[in-house]
């Protein structure tokens, strides 16, 4: 079985645990993109991807979802969505508030026909990021 897929079984495992003996999980970003909405209410395409050195850190425990960028980003869990695995993805939404109050949706996002690439992305209604993960 492969790391990845490893990871997913974990995580999903971790989810689904007592938040009481839950651990955090740190990913790790190794590069970022963003999208913007037109004036037409479409969005743009997404930008080239660029390196990101940056350690995420989902906190079952704590509710809490944490992008460590140049301005830490906090993210207050608010609901955990209910997990979709297709044949082709496996998505873990979470509805947030941002450490500005603002609502945004996460969703960690397993490719599983791209080599089990894992993406994080947050969506807010303006502007979308996405990261490149993989488990530290």
């Known amino acids: 079985m492969s790391y990845i897929k490893i990871l997913v079984f974990l995580f999903v495992v971790s989810l689904s645990a007592s938040k009481s003996y839950a651990q955090p999980i740190r990913f790790q970003a190794s590069s970022v993109s963003f999208t913007d909405k037109k004036e037409n209410g479409k969005w743009n395409e997404w930008s080239d991807f660029v390196d990101a050195n940056v350690l995420i ?80």
């Open 57 to 136: 850190t989902l906190d079952a425990k704590k509710d809490l979802i944490t992008i460590n960028s140049s301005e830490i980003q906090s993210f207050k869990i608010k609901a955990y969505g209910e997990i979709e695995d297709t044949e082709e993805l496996n998505i873990v939404p979470f509805e947030c508030i941002d450490n500005k109050f603002s609502k945004c949706k996460i969703l960690i996002i397993t490719k599983k026909k791209e080599n089990n690439r894992v993406q994080l992305y947050v969506t807010y209604n303006e502007v979308k990021f996405v990261y490149n993960i993989y488990a530290k």
